[in-house]
T-cell receptor, first 115, second 114 residues
Framework: GAVVSQHPSWVICKSGTSVKIECRSL??????MFWYRQFPKQSLMLMAT?????????EQGVEKDKFLINHASLTLSTLTVTSAHPEDSSFYIC???????????FGAGTRLSVL | AQSVTQLGSHVSVSEGALVLLRCNYS??????LFWYVQYPNQGLQLLLK????ATLVKGINGFEAEFKKSETSFHLTKRSAHMSDAAEYFC????????????WGLGTSLAVNP
């Protein structure tokens, strides 16, 4: 149980285009999802906390207009990187938290390469 | 405020040897503590967690960790390393309660030598 699916696993895009990453909880309803960014050989950096039906809470320094987060249902959250630039290239990971539990289950991550 | 320190960014052991990955935390509230493992180009998998109760926590793949409040530590151990244990290990802390965000350590890369 507690499976989180993240899609796509790898995406290459041209500079200036937008990319959408999906995060789905497959066998549970997730009222809260988290989006992380991870640079090579580094730890996870929390970008935002997404609660179903409400606006995401962004961490300090994360541009909310550039990284659009939508959590429209209890099983799906999306992260859209708008007008992507090479510096946005990174590994993006989502996680979902089971209601009333303090455990995060992670997706497999999305590697974004912006040319 | 909370923070996590993982001592040793790289640890190398021989196959069959003891694995010890160190994690110290600071927290102004009773902590929840976690160890996650990450294999290359993958997401993170929960190894084990401490919330309340027994301070020695057993997880998957033969790993265990002991919460020592007096030492503010939550070190991860495994009696006998296997080649498949080679991965990145992250320690994390959160406050008690639901859906709290995790504060992460910088990770420890474990290499297992034949």
């Amino acid at each position: 149980g507690a499976v989180v699916s993240q899609h796509p696993s790898w995406v290459i895009c041209k500079s200036g285009t937008s990319v959408k990453i999906e995060c789905r909880s497959l066998d549970f309803q997730a009222t809260t999802m988290f989006w992380y960014r991870q640079f090579p050989k580094q730890s996870l950096m929390l970008m935002a906390t997404s609660n179903e039906g409400s606006k995401a809470t962004y961490e300090q320094g994360v541009e909310k207009d550039k990284f659009l987060i939508n959590h429209a249902s209890l099983t799906l959250s999306t992260l859209t990187v708008t007008s992507a630039h090479p510096e946005d290239s990174s590994f993006y990971i989502c996680s979902a938290s089971i209601p009333n539990k303090n455990i995060q289950y992670f997706g497999a991550g999305t590697r974004l390469s912006v040319l | 405020a909370q923070s996590v320190t993982q001592l040793g960014s790289h640890v190398s052991v021989s196959e069959g040897a003891l694995v010890l990955l160190r994690c110290n935390y600071s927290s102004s509230v009773p902590p929840y503590l976690f160890w996650y493992v990450q294999y290359p180009n993958q997401g993170l998998q929960l190894l084990l967690k401490y919330t309340t109760g027994a301070t020695l926590v057993k997880g998957i793949n033969g790993f265990e960790a002991e919460f020592k409040k007096s030492e503010t530590s939550f070190h991860l151990t495994k009696r006998s390393a296997h080649m498949s244990d080679a991965a990145e290990y992250f320690c994390a802390v959160s406050g008690a309660g639901n859906n709290r965000k995790l504060i992460w350590g910088l990770g420890t890369s474990l290499a297992v030598n034949p």
